[in-house]
């Protein structure tokens, strides 16, 4: 079984209207996973049924006993993040707040304060329309810890894999270079980068290159949008060229893009056979790659 990863730099480059095309063509061979946890979409092109959920929980918080608490306010006087305010006769945490360093917990004279597990997002696992299945999460409001969700997403994706028989684990990764990035991007076979041109576009790329790098993971990359600035196109290529770095195409800017998205729509089920035939021998290029 190979894992292929989609990244980009910086949001915005149609990596996911194309991930979501390269599902389509890997059809029943693959398990799709979108490892974009912070701000998933690929579930509005690809019609998952929500068929399996788990609550997913990272790190600690804490959590004060209003029976027992006797207001004495030792808590809130020691919190750093000011996550304990009181509340009526009593105090209580702002969950948003606490960075559960469980300090409080010791500090309670009356053993009030419990360290609970934080329920930080939802993680799914959902037949799709290309006949296969996508592994996907939800990262709840105001939570952290993206990276440990994306391992689990990734982790599961490839257990399903295993366990159905499948070639191939597609993965949408997250955007930037931080942790749910460098957590997308271990164990892949192959990167798929998606760029654009743009000012933000390369200096975006040039960072991520680098980190791929540091990974020593085989790459090629797909620049879209092309010809919105085609000297900054032409920089970008030969800045793959010096990074090694496969350039396996252009796409020039095209509003079906956004057009199909609107619909719910992959490329390759909209009415653009252009495109359509664009993105299959992309598709096609990353196989042979890999
Ligand atoms: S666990 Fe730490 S951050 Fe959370 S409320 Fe207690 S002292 Fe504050
Ligand atoms: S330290 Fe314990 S008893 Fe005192 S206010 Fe905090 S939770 Fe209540």
Known sequence: ????????????????????????????????????VDAADMHLLLEPDFAESEDFYSGKMAFIDKNQCTNCGSCAAICRFDAIIEDGNVHRIIELNCEGCGYCYH?????????????????????????????????????????????????????????????????????????????????????????????SGIHDLKRVIQLIQKFQIPSCCIINKADINEKNTLELMEFLNRNSVKHIGNIDYNENFTKAMTEGKTIMEYSDKGLADKVQTLWNDILKIL
């Open 1 to 36: 079984m190979k894992e292929i990863v989609v990244i980009s730099g910086k949001g915005g480059t149609g990596k996911t209207s194309l991930t979501a095309s390269f599902s389509f063509l890997g059809g029943d061979k693959m398990i799709t996973a979108d490892c974009d």
């Open 107 to 199: 500090v309670c004279p009356v053993d009030a304060i419990s360290m609970i597990d934080n329920l930080v997002g939802k993680w799914y696992k959902s037949k799709i329309k290309t006949g296969s299945f996508m592994v996907h999460a939800k990262l709840g409001i105001g939570a952290e810890n993206s990276g440990k969700l994306v391992a689990k997403v990734k982790q599961e994706a490839k257990a399903l894999a295993e366990q159905l028989g499948k070639e191939l684990v597609l993965v949408d990764g997250s955007p930037g270079i931080g942790c749910p990035v460098i957590s997308s991007l271990s164990g892949a076979n192959l990167v798929v980068l998606v760029a654009e041109p743009s000012i």
